[in-house]
């Protein structure tokens, strides 16, 4: 009996223990990369989520970082004060400005529709993965958001009194305006906005986001406002109206313009919460209105959040983490959380979405995601899905050939189904190789083959390879194009994967070809130098050269976004053929070192990101990997707003930070291995997907004197392992990779 009441007083110890350990979720810190230019926002979003509800607080002079007066790509920055609304629609961690549409703000007293003395100073600020809160301090009103993948929900608590809720449709991020709205009862509004240009550019495709907005309390008075242009010419003498701002109230037919919004009016005899509930759809107002229905099915806003959290904790705990600090564990799951909001849904909750190209409604059966920054994300964020969320990266592959059968291109920058052609090379071809050689085959690999030789054989009209022509004749850009030396490496790049993929699909001749095509870098290798230099037309050096210009984003002949030193070794294919042209090992090492002694290296930007993991290729310095990779997590990943080195790049920088905090790289995108250094946490878990493998879990663990972190010894499976590089197949069967390092 003594016994058995032993055991269950073990167990209920035991219970007590796992009740108190966090979930993966309650370590997201979404205020992680709100400063130092990180672009992410604290605002609520489902996994994935079309929708999000973000604090707009980058509008006014009250503010130190104004959208109107710098480039600027985020709708919420720390620092700022002054808060103007929550926007629904909103891009995160991106380099350029766009969405941030349809804004909701609570007011209290008199009506006012100006953003700029409506707007309000703001407190007592909460985030969690699906949820924020704040209180406005002019108005004492209590403020909540959450929301599902189409549907963003707010909850207001407002005091006793004369009350509003305005919609506004003229601020936001995007450079587009134009937008209509419409009362449809007194409890609901729906409307369209324009977004577009992203980064200033293609004002021709401009695209409507469609929104219905449904209030759980009746409006007691209501309305619509409009802010024309001022005229001031001769005109401007018969207009009484010129330029002011015309309220009216009670009207009910759709009204269009540029500074447009509607409100609805309360008077509470008792301090009050209402909900607002906003569906969104880049088809119709008909499918946001069901997008709404749908997914909220009349479930009130706890009922939401807490489904919402639930999704992310699931996600979230595919990687469970054991040992290191509370702030390590907080970095790591938030960086988890950033890689899990782009690519983002893009169709309804019927399947429908608009094609690339025409915007006719087409229809998916699984999702059509969007939002593919692939000269960032190639790098690590989709090789990341392939390991964790297969079905998610099997899905977004799918996605990427829809949008070839729609336009007849692969994707480059596509943004809710248009094209930006923002940034060089043509990396989609290299997520398809990686994808397909890692085990995810459930697409049509034929259909990726033919798509991505396009890109790289067309000669004429050719949107993806600008420059095509002289790069295939010469083997390499000149200074004629734009970023020739690094836009020739991106290329390159592209063409390894396509020779990788063509090897595979037993393709012989394409292989030779795309295989020779993928080392014209070395034409551009300057061996005084021991660096990759421009050249003229005529064959010639470009004079006079400067190896530093092109940092922090300045202005450079050859690069783009970099400079010499932070391209010179951006050939991740081909890392043994540099050491051979740089004259060995010996003087590989050294010119790599220089990359970091002399502060070339850019942890903020891709080009360079893989430099830490590349001293493994040398026998005898991998140390020095380990170290750098220590300390660059040490130096620019922290559990505060500026704890992002800078821009996230749609979670390409939170990708390097996972990878680097479990002990693993994947240094050569579109090949199926990775790197190893020394984990950050003491274990590590992955869930693997049955579905695509053959393993149930891939573990990582790390024994030894963490201070000194070198590694003494790598194990497989118990066994000793050699090798600083490891196949993916080899982990996806279900390993146990051991890190021991040095006493």
Same mark, same amino acid.
């Given at each position: 009996m003594r016994i058995k009441l032993f055991i269950l007083f073990l167990l209920g110890i035991k219970?007590?223990?796992?009740?108190?350990?966090?979930?993966?979720?309650?370590?997201?810190?979404?205020?992680?990369?709100?400063?130092?230019?990180?672009?992410?926002?604290?605002?609520?979003? /489902?996994?994935?989520?079309?929708?999000?509800?973000?604090?707009?607080?980058?509008?006014?002079?009250?503010?130190?970082? !104004?959208?109107?007066?710098?480039?600027? #790509?985020?709708?919420?920055?720390n620092e700022n004060t002054f808060l103007t609304g929550f926007s629904h629609v909103n891009l995160s961690g991106v380099g350029c400005p766009d969405l941030g549409v349809v804004l909701l703000m609570p007011t209290t007293g008199a009506l006012e529709t100006n953003h700029l003395k409506y707007g309000s100073t703001y407190t007592k600020e909460t985030a969690k993965a699906g949820y924020y809160s704040t209180v406005l301090e002019k108005y004492d009103i209590k403020v909540e958001t959450t929301a599902t993948t189409r549907i963003g929900v707010s909850r207001y608590r407002f005091p006793k009194g004369e009350s509003?809720? &305005?919609?506004?449709?003229? &601020?936001?991020?995007?450079?587009?305006?134009?937008?209509?709205?419409?009362?449809?009862?007194?409890?609901?509004?729906?409307?369209?906005?324009?977004?577009?240009?992203?980064?200033? $550019?293609?004002?021709?495709?401009?695209?409507?986001? $469609?929104?219905?907005?449904?209030?759980?309390?009746?409006?007691?008075?209501f309305g619509v406002w409009k802010t024309p242009n001022k005229y001031n010419g001769v005109e401007a003498k018969w207009m009484p109206y010129n330029g002011k701002t015309r309220i009216k109230k009670g009207y009910r037919k759709e009204v269009v313009? *540029?500074?447009?919004? /509607?409100?609805?009016?309360?008077?509470? #005899?008792?301090? %009050?919460?209402?909900?607002?509930?906003?569906?969104?759809?880049?088809?119709?107002? !008909?499918?946001?209105?069901?997008?709404?229905?749908?997914?909220?099915? @009349?479930?009130?806003?706890?009922?939401?959040?807490?489904?919402?959290?639930?999704?992310?904790?699931n996600l979230l705990s595919k990687i469970k983490v054991e040992g290191g600090t509370?702030?390590?564990?907080?970095?790591?799951?938030?960086? &988890?959380?950033? %890689?899990?909001?782009?690519?983002?849904?893009?169709?309804?909750?019927?399947?429908?979405?608009?094609?690339?190209?025409?915007?006719?409604?087409?229809?998916?059966?699984? %999702?059509?995601?969007t939002v593919f920054s692939f000269w960032d994300t190639y790098r690590n964020l989709h090789s990341l899905m392939s390991l964790v969320y297969p079905k998610q990266q099997s899905n977004m592959v799918k996605s990427m050939l829809n949008i070839y059968d729609e336009s007849g291109w692969l994707p480059k920058w596509e943004l809710n189904s248009t094209e930006t052609t923002t940034m060089v090379g043509d990396p989609a071809g290299i997520v398809l190789t990686d994808t397909y050689l890692k085990g995810i085959k459930d697409f049509d690999?034929?259909? /990726?083959?033919?798509?991505?030789?396009k890109s790289a054989t067309l000669i004429e009209n050719n949107p993806l390879r600008p420059g095509i022509k002289e790069y295939v004749e010469t083997g390499y850009l000149t200074t004629k194009n734009t970023g020739s030396v690094s836009t020739t490496q991106e290329y390159n790049i592209s063409d390894y994967s396509i020779a990788l993929l063509a090897k595979s699909l037993g393709k012989k001749e394409d292989y030779k070809r795309f295989i020779k095509q993928s080392l014209t870098y070395r034409n551009l290798y300057d061996k005084d130098l021991r660096l990759l230099r421009p050249k003229n037309t005529d064959g010639s050096w470009y004079e006079p050269f400067d190896p530093l210009q092109g940092a922090d984003f300045e202005k450079s002949i050859g690069f783009i976004e970099g400079n010499a030193w932070q391209y010179a070794f951006m050939v991740s294919h081909d890392i043994k053929g540099l050491i051979k042209l740089m004259g060995g090992k010996?003087?590989?090492?050294?010119?790599?070192?220089?990359?970091?002694?002399?502060?070339?290296?850019?942890?903020?930007?891709?080009?360079?990101?893989?430099?830490? $993991?590349?001293?493994?290729?040398?026998?005898?310095? !991998?140390?020095?990997?380990?170290?750098?990779v220590k300390e660059l997590i040490a130096k620019y990943f922290k559990n505060t707003p500026d704890g992002l080195p800078g821009n996230d790049d749609t979670g390409t920088m939170s990708a390097w930070l996972i990878y680097s905090m479990i002990g693993i790289y994947p240094i050569s995108p579109g090949e199926?291995?990775?790197?190893? %250094?020394?984990?950050?946490?003491?274990?590590?878990?992955?869930?693997? *997907?049955? @579905?695509?493998?053959?393993?149930?879990?891939?573990?990582?663990?790390?024994?030894?004197?963490?201070?000194?972190?070198?590694?003494?010894?790598?194990?497989?499976?118990?066994?000793? $392992?050699?090798?600083?590089?490891?196949?993916?197949?080899?982990?996806? !069967?279900?390993?146990?990779?051991?890190?021991?390092?040095?006493?």
């Open positions: 219970g007590v223990f796992n009740a108190q350990q966090q979930q993966q979720v309650e370590y997201v810190n979404p205020f992680i990369g709100t400063s130092n230019f990180g672009a992410t926002n604290p605002g609520a979003i /489902a996994p994935r989520g079309m929708v999000s509800v973000s604090p707009f607080n980058v509008s006014g002079k009250q503010n130190s970082l !104004e959208k109107d007066s710098r480039w600027l #790509s985020n709708p919420y920055v509003n809720i &305005l919609l506004n449709l003229g &601020l936001g991020l995007t450079n587009e305006e134009g937008a209509s709205v419409k009362v449809v009862s007194l409890t609901e509004i729906e409307g369209i906005r324009t977004v577009g240009s992203f980064c200033y $550019y293609k004002p021709e495709e401009a695209y409507p986001v $469609y929104f219905v907005a449904k209030f759980s309390k009746p409006a007691e008075d313009g *540029d500074s447009i919004g /509607a409100y609805f009016k309360y008077n509470f #005899s008792k301090p %009050t919460e209402v909900e607002v509930k906003i569906g969104v759809s880049y088809v119709s107002i !008909e499918n946001a209105r069901e997008n709404l229905e749908k997914e909220t099915q @009349n479930l009130a806003f706890d009922d939401i959040y807490k489904a919402t959290s639930s999704h992310w904790n509370k702030d390590d564990k907080t970095i790591f799951y938030t960086a &988890l959380y950033h %890689t899990l909001i782009h690519p983002n849904t893009l169709n309804d909750f019927n399947g429908e979405y608009p094609s690339m190209a025409t915007r006719e409604t087409l229809k998916t059966k699984g %999702t059509r995601f690999v034929e259909k /990726a083959y033919k798509a991505m030789r010996k003087q590989f090492t050294n010119q790599l070192e220089k990359v970091f002694d002399n502060n070339q290296f850019d942890m903020a930007n891709e080009p360079d990101i893989g430099y830490p $993991y590349l001293f493994n290729y040398v026998k005898g310095e !991998e140390w020095r990997s380990q170290k750098k199926p291995f990775y790197t190893i %250094t020394a984990p950050i946490f003491d274990k590590i878990t992955i869930e693997l *997907d049955s @579905n695509y493998y053959s393993g149930k879990q891939l573990i990582i663990t790390k024994k030894g004197n963490a201070d000194k972190g070198f590694i003494d010894k790598i194990q497989v499976n118990n066994k000793i $392992y050699k090798k600083y590089f490891i196949d993916h197949k080899d982990l996806v !069967e279900g390993a146990t990779l051991n890190i021991i390092l040095k006493e």
